[in-house]
């Protein structure tokens, strides 16, 4: 099995860890290249569970996966932590960020969706953005006046239980909207995301 990064073969410069992961599609080497996260964050008190910091390693991954559109990708963020996922989620439904009209007519898929897969959760897309500007184009301080721009679709009810989850948290803007946009009051709340800037 190649490394779905830098093509070499698990065995090249891999050893005991290349070993001990082999659900793992990165290689030790790229694999070592993605920090987890020590931090705490929280989006209106709700406490955020990020995995990886957003460093070069995991930042050039997600690009080439989102904006590159390279869909062999979309295990390697979750399956080295999916099992754990699993059981600490068993119950949640998936509810994911919404991304604009446009990013995902120019991906052709829902990089989400396709992210979180692994862990084997119910999932759906409530949210829709009325906002259609890449956040990349606004300012950091531009992008937390952002959350206005998210909506709950017509006709959606959202289960009891629900896992929002996005690929990076930046200024926490996009789930903010999303709070905003339900009634966190009648839910039980957890916020997973990929990255953490």
Same mark, same amino acid.
């Given at each position: 099995?190649? #490394?779905?990064? /830098?093509?070499?073969?698990?065995?090249?410069?891999?050893?005991?860890?290349?070993? !001990?992961?082999?659900?793992?599609?990165? /290689?030790?080497?790229?694999?070592?290249?993605? $920090?987890?996260?020590?931090?705490?964050? *929280?989006?209106?008190?709700?406490? !955020? $569970?990020?995995?990886?910091?957003?460093?070069?390693?995991?930042?050039?991954?997600?690009?080439?996966?989102?904006?590159?559109?390279?869909?062999?990708?979309?295990?390697?963020?979750? @399956?080295?932590?999916?099992? =754990?996922? =699993?059981?600490?989620? $068993?119950?949640? &439904?998936? !509810?994911?960020?919404?991304?604009?009209?446009?990013?995902?007519?120019?991906?052709?898929?829902?990089?989400?969706?396709?992210?979180?897969?692994?862990?084997?959760?119910?999932?759906?897309?409530?949210?829709?953005? &009325?906002?259609?500007?890449?956040?990349?184009?606004?300012?950091?301080?531009?992008?937390?006046?952002? *959350?206005?721009?998210?909506?709950?679709?017509?006709?959606?009810?959202?289960?009891?239980?629900?896992?929002?989850?996005?690929?990076? @948290?930046? &200024?926490?803007? &996009?789930?903010?909207?999303?709070?905003?946009?339900?009634?966190?009051? *009648? $839910? #039980?709340? =957890? @916020?997973?995301?990929?990255?953490?800037?």
């Amino acid at each position: 099995m190649r #490394c779905l990064m /830098c093509g070499k073969l698990m065995e090249e410069g891999g050893g005991i860890l290349d070993a !001990v992961f082999r659900d793992d599609p990165l /290689c030790a080497s790229c694999r070592n290249e993605w $920090h987890r996260y020590e931090g705490k964050r *929280e989006v209106n008190g709700i406490r !955020v $569970h990020a995995l990886y910091q957003y460093s070069d390693g995991f930042r050039r991954a997600l690009l080439q996966y989102k904006e590159c559109g390279d869909e062999a990708l979309r295990d390697i963020f979750l @399956i080295p932590h999916a099992a =754990r996922l =699993r059981l600490r989620y $068993h119950g949640y &439904t998936l !509810v994911l960020m919404p991304s604009t009209e446009h990013k995902r007519k120019q991906r052709g898929f829902d990089h989400l969706e396709g992210m979180f897969a692994c862990l084997k959760l119910p999932c759906i897309s409530p949210f829709e953005k &009325t906002l259609q500007a890449d956040q990349k184009l606004y300012s950091r301080a531009q992008r937390r006046n952002m *959350e206005h721009g998210i909506v709950l679709k017509p006709g959606i009810t959202l289960p009891k239980k629900i896992l929002l989850a996005d690929d990076v @948290i930046t &200024t926490g803007s &996009t789930l903010r909207g999303a709070l905003a946009a339900i009634r966190p009051e *009648e $839910h #039980c709340i =957890r @916020i997973l995301t990929a990255g953490s800037a």
